[in-house]
């Protein structure tokens, strides 16, 4: 039994993971994910093999013991997102698992129309991608919508890091996510992917206001330093332990190059508390998300199809 493999006894998996929250996924209509794809392969070697539909994704996130996920969209134009949003509601309405958010483009008409209806059909947060969408997080152009945030106690996930392409972009790093938390304090935003590369300024963020939230997503992979080129160890065992009320499970999936399993693994394999664990993985995301309480928990199950 590999070192990998051995990190995933049953034990384990179920006593540190299940339930999970994976605060971080990604479902478009087949033709966008498609879209998405080639543009990730065109900036990197990446390959992508994980299914495009919502029932086969969420098949292999159940066998992988995920309890819930939040499904995060952006649109890369104007003019896109009110349909992005109404489809992801609808595809939520059919589902027991996933939790959509919304988003909006910083140049569409009433940004604040938009995203208060995406609220009022189901969406629990917002989500925005500042390198694709051009903007920064606190973009004067988005402050009607941040309004809206606002008004209904809602999270917002930020594309807001360098990672793993957008070191020159102007759109993004911590200057221009720190000038967001302190325009608007109190909103609940998270920094996807640990902040990186500016990891240590996002975690001291994340230790001066309790709104602040980072996910693991990608970064925390153990195929971290092949695909991004950032070792998860950098990120001491009592670092995650001090910040786990702000630090969250997530992993990007299915647009990721790698198995599932690679997202969980390297944290599983860590001697962290249960506390911790169950904070990373399931509490945290909860008091992210402004749920009063627990989403309903369905069956999962073990499958040689958790990828």
């Known amino acids: 039994m590999s070192s990998l493999d051995s990190s995933f006894s049953a ?5 540190a993971f299940r339930p999970a929250i994976d605060a971080h996924t990604h479902l478009f209509p087949e033709r966008l994910t498609a879209a998405i794809r ?15 539909t919502r029932s086969a994704i969420e098949a292999v996130l159940r066998s992988a013991g995920v309890a819930a996920s939040v499904a995060l969209p952006y649109a890369h134009e104007a003019g896109l997102a009110r349909e992005l ?6 595809q939520a309405d059919s589902s027991d698992l996933l939790i959509p958010f919304a988003t909006v483009h910083p140049d569409d008409e009433d940004v604040a129309a938009i995203v208060r209806d995406a609220f009022e059909a189901g969406a629990r947060g917002l989500k925005i991608h500042c390198p694709v969408q051009e903007c920064r997080p606190a ?18 996930t930020y594309h807001g890091g360098t990672a793993p392409m957008f070191e020159d972009n102007p759109y993004v790093g911590f200057d221009a996510f720190a000038e967001l938390v302190g325009s608007y304090p109190e909103l609940r935003v998270c920094c996807a992917h640990m902040g990186t590369y500016e990891v240590e300024a996002f975690l001291e963020l994340a230790r001066d206001h309790a709104s602040v939230y ?12 092949e695909t991004m080129g950032f070792d998860p160890s950098s990120i001491a065992d009592e670092t995650v332990v001090e910040l786990s009320e702000s630090i969250m499970y997530g992993s990007d999936f299915p647009n990721i190059p790698y198995p599932y399993r ?23 995301a909860i008091d992210y998300l402004g749920l009063e309480s627990e989403p309903v928990l369905g069956e999962t199950t073990e499958s040689a199809a958790d990828g």
């Open 11 to 15: 034990e384990t998996t179920e006593t």
């Open 38 to 52: 080639r543009s990730l392969s065109d900036e990197t070697d990446w390959e992508f093999s994980h299914p495009v």
């Open 214 to 225: 980072l996910d693991t997503t990608f970064a925390m992979s153990t195929s971290a330093p």
């Open 85 to 90: 949003n109404a489809w992801l509601c609808d």
């Open 262 to 284: 690679n997202e969980r693994a390297g944290l599983l394999a860590r001697d962290l508390p249960q506390e911790t664990m169950r904070d990373v993985f399931y509490r945290t």
């Open 139 to 156: 973009d004067s152009r988005l402050e009607p919508a941040l309004e809206v945030v606002a008004e209904y106690d809602r999270p917002i």
